[in-house]
């Protein structure tokens, strides 16, 4: 910060005396009249004689100015022209203290002032650069908005041009299975492993598509009430081929007290069947039991198998994406099935575990949410 002292000989030489005696943390600069000191007055603070009051009035929006005068007539006009001070000089020893303690008030409101520009200005340049940045995101949300419509069009073109020919195949199956009576006991077996690949297929094709929707947070669960006990018998049922290839023995294990769920058909159906298809992979000859119990106020459904279990270490990872327990239980492979299970479950607000199935083997667990169990418990009081 400066002082600047416009005014005449011998007055403006005693205020510079005067200031240089008070130790101010400022330069002191003496101009002759205030015209001259027009150009110079960023970050200044000016003394000034009643006589320039004139020159001031010009001047007092740029910078503190304090008017010293011998007689304190001027003291209304000098505050009204917009004069920081007004300090009557009778040449005595008090005016050197006065003209200090003012001078030091001028530069400290001075340099709040020019505190409160920086900050305003910084304050002003960063609105702009956030407005800058509202607009390149608001661009760039419209953008991906649009880019995730064209995809969605996309994979239903492409969801069509898939699923359609499987489609196609099941029907062509069911038909020829209808007509064609009594078959040789190997074709009736392939073509009821034509009938399970086509479903198997039509299902992966379905699951990767709902995890690429789980992925952009679209996959969303259209809930009904369904009855437990039945929608479990049809996916066993589904199911019942395979288990008899694996000499498996399934069981269905329903608590009386569990009636109806809210929860998405499709979803819970594909589900149920990925970890049942799982279970029957790792208990060849063994063991597996689908189950639906009330636990702590939740409805939990598991599929227990009886083969090696899974690893501690494991556990945390085999819901990953693409990730697969290898028979054996002691490696994760390539794989998705157990990664849609957890999106399926997900997309109902649920959650989903892994845990010992004693004396050996997995329990594969999950809820469905609140919501589908409050509709139950309404369903049973009602």
């Not at 009938?195 to 699951?207: G, K, S």
Request: net charge negative; hydrophobic share 45%; proline share 4%.
């Amino acid at each position: 910060m400066r002082i600047l002292i416009v005014d005449r000989e011998p007055r403006r030489a005693r205020h510079l005396r005067l200031l240089e005696a008070g130790g101010l943390a400022a330069s002191i600069e003496t101009v002759g009249d205030g015209d001259e000191a027009t150009p110079a007055l960023e970050d200044a603070v000016l003394v000034a004689g009643a006589d320039r009051l004139p020159a001031i009035a010009a001047v007092t929006g740029l910078a503190p100015v304090i008017v010293v005068g011998e007689e304190a007539a001027p003291a209304d006009e000098a505050l009204r022209a917009g004069a920081f001070d007004y300090l009557v000089d009778d040449g005595g020893d008090e005016h050197g203290p006065r003209l200090r303690r003012a001078v030091a008030r001028a530069l400290d409101h001075a340099e709040r002032a020019r505190a409160r520009q920086r900050l305003e200005a910084e304050l002003s340049a960063r609105d702009a650069r956030l407005e800058h940045q509202a607009i390149e995101l608001r661009r760039r949300a419209d953008e991906l908005a649009r880019m995730d419509r064209a995809r969605d069009e996309l994979a239903g073109y492409q969801a069509r041009d898939i699923t359609n020919p499987i489609r196609r195949v099941q029907r062509h199956l069911a038909a020829f299975l209808a007509v064609a009576g009594p078959l040789e006991p190997s074709w009736s077996a392939a073509l009821d492993d034509a009938v399970i690949a086509a479903e198997r297929t039509l299902r992966m094709v379905l699951d990767l598509m709902d995890l690429d929707r789980a992925d952009r947070g679209t996959l969303r669960a259209a809930r009904e009430e369904l009855d437990v006990r039945v929608f479990l018998e049809r996916v066993l049922t589904e199911r019942s081929r395979m288990a008899k290839d694996y000499q498996a023995a399934v069981e269905l294990d329903v608590d009386p007290q569990v009636a109806t769920v809210w929860a998405d058909p499709t979803l819970l159906g594909r589900a149920l069947l990925n970890l049942v298809e799982n279970a029957l992979r790792h208990s060849r000859r063994g063991r597996v039991v689908v189950a639906a119990r009330p636990s702590a106020g939740e409805l939990r459904f598991s599929v227990a198998d009886s083969a090696g279990g899974v690893p501690e270490l494991l556990r945390e990872h085999i819901f990953d994406k693409y990730a697969r327990l290898e028979p054996g239980g002691q490696q994760l492979q390539r794989g998705f099935g157990l990664s849609f299970c957890r999106a399926a479950v997900l997309a109902h607000q649920g959650r989903i575990w892994v845990e010992d199935n004693p004396p050996r083997g997995a329990r594969y667990c999950f809820t469905l949410g609140e919501p589908a169990i409050e509709r139950a418990e309404e369903r049973r009081v009602a």
